[in-house]
């Protein structure tokens, strides 16, 4: 069984650009959320996306959305980078198991802002 | 506002001793996540705990709940090298969907 997959695995952009990170979850997960780790902040959740719907939002400006294709496949965007935007991104591909979330964690996308 | 606490933060033990990590969580929940991350890497799931009084078991891994106390442990047993890594707890709600609330990590190092 394939696992979560995440494109780019590592960017390198400067302030004031925009970039887009893709999650393929495991076949069959519909659910799919993205996380951003810190050293300062820690794990962080962004959103969560359910059959192409934003089910769930965390505190995070504008410039950060996201959606989901009808394949389960999520993008990230965020605008206007700022320096504070580089971090590690996770996505999570989840399924529910009767009781609790199963949650597979990709690799991560490595984003650095100068 | 859900938080998660873990404590230490930073572990440093040597092989073969015995210690405990614990998290404590503000809301109730029944679903309460370990997991561990690798330098670099992303994050593999330990166990989930999903009942008052649940206890798990995997190696030299053992993590218990007290929904009551709103507090999970995660108690190592005779720690060997490869134990090292971080460590987080991690709760979701029923109203959230399969959003997690993490703490803020345990970094662990077991020192020969």
């Known amino acids: 069984k394939a696992g979560v997959t995440q494109t780019p695995r590592y960017l390198i952009k400067t302030r004031g650009q925009q970039v887009t990170l893709s999650c393929s979850p495991i076949?069959?997960?519909?659910?799919v959320s993205w996380y951003q780790q810190t050293p300062g902040q820690g794990l962080q959740f962004l959103f969560e996306?359910?059959?192409?719907?934003?089910?769930n939002k965390g505190n995070f400006p504008g410039r950060f959305s996201g959606r989901q294709f009808s394949n389960s496949r999520s993008e990230m965007n965020v605008s206007t980078l700022e320096l504070g935007d580089s971090a590690l991104y996770l996505c999570?591909?989840?399924?529910?198991?009767?009781?609790?979330?199963?949650?597979?964690f990709g690799p991560g996308t490595r984003l650095t802002v100068l | 506002e859900l938080k998660v606490e873990q404590n230490p933060l930073f572990l440093s033990m040597q092989e073969g001793k015995n210690y405990t990590i614990y998290c404590n969580y503000s809301?109730?929940?029944?679903?309460l996540y370990w997991y561990r991350q690798d330098p670099g890497k992303s994050l593999e799931s330990l166990f989930v705990?999903?009942?008052?009084?649940a206890v798990k078991q995997e190696g030299r891994l053992m993590a218990s709940l007290d929904t009551k106390a709103r507090l999970s442990t995660l108690h190592i047993t005779a720690a060997v090298h490869d134990l090292s890594a971080t460590y987080f707890c991690?709760?979701?709600?029923?109203?959230?969907?399969?959003?997690?609330?993490f703490g803020e990590g345990t970094q662990l190092t077991v020192n020969p």
């Open positions: 705990l999903l009942s008052n009084g």
């Open positions: 996306y359910f059959s192409e719907t934003q089910r």
């Open positions: 809301t109730t929940s029944d679903r």
């Open positions: 991690a709760v979701d709600l029923e109203t959230s969907g399969s959003r997690l609330t």
């Open positions: 999570a591909s989840s399924l529910w198991s009767g009781g609790w979330y199963e949650q597979f």
């Open positions: 076949s069959g997960h519909r659910s």
